[in-house]
């Protein structure tokens, strides 16, 4: 079964003035999903999902990109997202759903869109964490999927990814926190593929078959 990947690409860039002179020094990284194919109509599943924004605790609500040595949480100096984590993965997770084809439609926002499952997702972790002898992006989201239809909530789940970043600086920071999202992003499809699966088994398996009538006599 082929499912794909959301790919964070990281792109730098400076601030600049009206004149061309440097208004800000720090380097800007932008998490941006990557270009991908969505499934043959044909192949689509037959359910709408609705990806509600991603929230953030207050760390983490912020374009800075945060540090951690394991009791405190810091911010790089010189260095910051283009916007905020969780918006960023907001997009990036609507995009991975809706080219899975594991829904009919995809869509963060509600309006004039027919929908059966609603996504909520939370990010508990998103930072560089260096602690003596590691330095590794940690990334955390609890997801909780609801059954619009019926109102209840069908499932949740804690996803966390850990990746090395090679140096303990921002620029690794930021290249193994965009490994880490995509790992999380991969594990969500795969979890939202088996829920469904799950939900249309149990459908299924309360359908009861009336017996014959039987003819007078």
Known sequence: MKHLLVILSIIA?????????????????????????????????????????????????????????????????????????????????????????????????PAGISADYALSAGLIRFEHEVTAGNSAAIVTLRAELADLRSRTLSASKLFS???????????????ALTEASWKIGTELNEWLREQLNESQSDKAARIEVSPPERSGR
């Open 13 to 109: 860039a400076s601030g600049c003035s009206i004149l061309g002179a440097p208004t800000d020094p720090s380097t800007v990284y932008l998490l941006n999903a990557a270009p991908c194919a969505p499934a043959d109509q044909a192949e689509r599943g037959t359910r709408g999902l609705v990806i509600r924004e991603v929230t953030a605790p207050q760390h983490l609500a912020t374009r800075r990109i945060a540090w951690t040595d394991g009791v405190t949480v810091n911010y790089y100096q010189l260095a910051m997202w283009a916007e905020q984590p969780a918006s960023a993965l907001t997009e990036a997770l609507v995009q991975s759903a809706e080219c899975s084809g594991i829904f009919r439609n995809v869509t963060a926002r």
């Open 161 to 175: 990814a850990r990746v090395d970043t090679g140096s303990s600086d921002s620029a690794g920071a930021v290249r």
